[in-house]
Nanobody
């Protein structure tokens, strides 16, 4: 079975950077996307960024574009989310997720396309 484990969250100050990791196991193919989502306190779960595992194509939400980078380490079977210039609005539980298939040459933004989810890692940004 597919398992995803997030790590790297914590308490940081506004303006700091953070790198989240998503360790992937149990995949039998590489034709899938990895997405990062976040759920701020009292809010819905929103898409943040996504990556096509095989092709390495990336996509970002407007809220993080320009200050975030999603990447993969093929040897370690891990996806990262590097976030810079963190602000209070970035405070949330961050989840990584995987699709069961590739829907497009571009990785999916749609939550319903993601079938496998990690347990989340808390990111708290203080002012």
């Amino acid at each position: 079975q597919v398992q995803l484990v997030e790590s790297g969250g914590g308490l940081v100050q506004a303006g700091d950077s953070l790198r989240l990791s998503c360790a992937i196991s149990g995949r039998t193919s590489f034709d899938y996307d990895i997405g990062w989502f976040r759920q701020p306190p009292g809010n819905e779960r929103d898409w943040v960024a996504a990556l096509s595992w095989t092709g390495g194509r990336t996509d970002y939400a407007d809220s993080v574009t320009g200050r975030s980078t999603i990447s993969r380490d093929i040897a370690k079977n891990t996806v990262f989310l590097q976030m810079d210039s963190l602000n209070i609005e970035d405070t949330a539980v961050y989840y990584c997720a995987a699709t069961s298939q590739a829907y497009s040459i571009v990785p999916s933004r749609l939550l319903s396309h993601y079938d496998y989810w990690g347990q989340g890692t808390q990111v708290t940004v203080s002012s």
